[in-house]
């Protein structure tokens, strides 16, 4: 891939199914992908998500070597929560893929 851009193109489910409950993993195109642009993937995420009636957590992975804490990239999660509930900020976690 070149840089900025995101391996995924679209938002997609991945279900991981358990005796008792049902985990929907949401993957969607990176936050920074310069194919799409932010503002359309942040319409397709928001369209795609519309579509559960409950997120039970946010994840958003970062690279330990890239300095994405922009000021775009706050904007961009602004953005985000601004779409959900206000109690989806305590549910927001940034996972560290890649690390040692």
Sequence with gaps: ?????????LPRTYVL???D???????????????LGDTMNMEVMISYLSNFKEIH???I????NE???TTWFKYCI?????????DA??????????TR
């Design 1 to 9: 891939l070149e840089p900025g851009m995101s391996a995924t193109k």
């Design 17 to 19: 199914e358990q005796e």
């Design 21 to 35: 409950y049902i985990i929907n993993l949401i993957d969607t195109p990176g936050i920074g992908d310069t194919e």
């Design 57 to 59: 957590a946010i994840c």
């Design 61 to 64: 992975l970062l690279k330990p």
């Design 67 to 69: 300095s994405r804490l």
């Design 78 to 86: 602004k953005e985000l929560l601004h779409h959900f509930h206000r």
């Design 89 to 98: 900020v305590q549910n927001l976690k940034f996972c560290f893929t890649q």
